[in-house]
């Protein structure tokens, strides 16, 4: 099976940085995995992110989504920067169906089933008719989140989608990204200071030096745990043994 | 070697600087065009939302001081047209309105305005869009925050200012009107008032009309959209961005208007 993304001996140094922030990065992610970019501050998860959904262009290596640059597939990209940054002189709903309005202009009523369609997906029954400035936080998480998913993607690529939430939610919104990767058959790309305690996930640790291009994904210099994606259970059994006590 | 750079130095990266400016804003609009040219089936549906609400808050949003400047502006033209023109009759009374108001103050104190409001807004409202990295959010979506942002704005501060001047011109005249009822010795009937400004219009006059709308439009836009999109990322940008954009803008439109009325008079 061909990998959803490829990360292959990328490395990344942004301009007028003497060293690489990381290189040597391998990844592969296939349909139903998540993979998480964990570092320190500055130590190159978001940009790993930038490199996925083509913002950036690897300063060596190659990164591929369905076998193509990621500049020529973004309809099979769904993206949810650190701030959400939902367009601020637009409503909620606004945002939400923006990617489809966009790039695919269906009639009226395929727009209306596609945003309630994905808001399902989050749990979110009504959205207000206001500018996210004026919604809570976690609203505009979830809107982000579901417009991500609007053009049905094959990578969804979240930068640290737990942020806003306490401990509990956090660990339910992992789970929940999870679910989603396996049942809708996506590859799911986040970045997070703490990792998630989710035994399904890849974590993929950021910090700076060289790992052998050989390990399946890696990056430099730091832990990397490897934790096979498919037989695993879903999720930590900490997390299981809180839910259902 | 002076640390101090000397004058000529100084003065050939001011040149270089201001050269590349140029540059850019041209790039910028000549891009812009193409894909205006392309016609209205390509811009989808979304973009033409944001298009009607620029036009809104460019154009219509904008009439009511636009008015109230020009009732000001007509009035205070008409007594002096009115004072100047006494002696030499109602044929220069005629001139002296249309070369001030239609050809000259209009276009001008329109710009003005919408530089102030619509300009300085673009500007400030990119630029918050890149610090708070909405701009890559739209980017990485699929939309091309060239065609969603910059295309709609520009057509929409044009045709926003090509309405704006004509109804600047129409009120102003009115206005004129009204002073010279007020003030002139005799009445004029609006309709004989109709025939004095017209007759020394020309197809010259639209001709400039055009020119000192449609140019400065596209100036503007492109002046605020170029300073809102290269600001930089922390929240101070902003601001600086917007102030930019108005002075950049005032410049470009200055030296526009003076060349069009520069030429216009050669030819």
């Known amino acids: 099976m061909s990998a959803i993304l490829a990360f292959s001996g990328v490395s990344w140094q942004p301009p007028g940085r003497a060293e690489p922030v990381f290189q040597g990065l391998d990844l592969e992610l296939q349909a139903g995995e998540l993979a998480v970019m964990t570092s320190g501050l500055g130590g190159g998860k978001s940009s790993a992110l930038r490199l996925a959904i083509g913002l950036e262009s690897p300063t060596t290596g190659s990164v591929l989504v369905c076998g193509r640059p990621p500049g020529e597939v973004r309809d099979r990209i769904g993206f949810v920067g650190g701030e959400g940054a939902l367009l601020s002189n637009l409503s909620l709903r606004d945002n939400l169906v923006l990617p489809l309005r966009w790039l695919r202009d269906p009639p009226e009523a395929e727009v209306e089933r596609k945003a309630r369609e994905v808001l399902d997906l989050f749990g979110v029954e009504e959205l207000p008719a206001v500018a996210p400035a004026y919604a809570p936080t976690n609203l505009r998480r979830l809107v982000a989140l579901a417009r991500a998913m609007i053009l049905d993607p094959a990578l969804l690529v979240l930068d640290d989608p737990a942020a806003d939430f306490d401990e509990s939610s956090a660990e339910e919104v992992w789970v929940h990204l999870l679910e989603i990767a396996r049942t809708r058959g996506l590859a799911v790309l986040t970045a997070a200071t703490e990792p998630p305690r989710l035994a399904a996930a890849r974590i993929v640790a950021l910090s700076g030096s060289v790992v052998p291009a050989t390990r399946r994904f890696s990056a430099a210099r730091g832990r990397t745990a490897l934790v096979p994606a498919i037989r695993a259970p879903i999720v930590h059994p900490d997390i299981i043994a809180r839910r259902h006590p | ?267």
């Open chain 2, 1 to 267: 070697m002076s640390a101090v750079e000397s004058p000529v130095s100084a003065l050939g990266r001011a040149t270089i600087a201001a050269a590349s400016y140029v540059l850019s804003i041209a790039t910028l609009i000549g891009y812009a065009l193409r894909h205006l040219t392309k016609g209205r089936k390509l811009v989808p549906k979304v973009g033409r939302e944001v298009l009607k609400r620029q036009i809104l808050f460019t154009g219509v949003e904008a009439l009511p001081f636009v008015g109230l400047i020009a009732v000001l502006t007509g009035a205070v033209v008409g007594v002096q047209a009115i004072l100047l023109s006494g002696a030499a009759g109602r044929d220069l009374l005629g001139t002296l309105l249309v070369t001030v108001l239609v050809r000259e103050l209009g276009p001008l104190l329109v710009a003005f305005i919408v530089i102030g409001r619509s300009g300085a807004a673009i500007a400030a409202e990119l630029a918050s869009m890149r610090v708070h990295r909405e701009l890559d959010s739209l980017e990485a979506m699929g939309v091309d925050p060239f065609d969603y942002l910059v295309i709609p704005r520009m057509a929409g501060v044009i045709v926003a200012i090509i309405g704006l001047t004509m109804a600047f011109i129409a009120t102003s005249l009115l206005s004129g009107w009204i002073i010279l009822q007020l003030v002139g010795n005799t009445p004029t009937p609006l309709v004989d008032y109709a025939t004095l400004i017209a007759a020394p219009l020309t197809f010259g006059d639209l001709a400039i009309l055009l020119a000192k709308t449609v140019v400065p439009g596209l100036l503007i836009a492109a002046i605020a959209c170029h300073e809102g999109l290269t600001a930089g990322l922390s929240s101070t940008d902003v601001p600086r961005a917007a102030t930019r954009g108005v002075v950049r803008s005032l410049s470009a439109v200055f030296l526009w208007s003076a060349g069009v009325t520069a030429l216009a008079y050669l030819a």
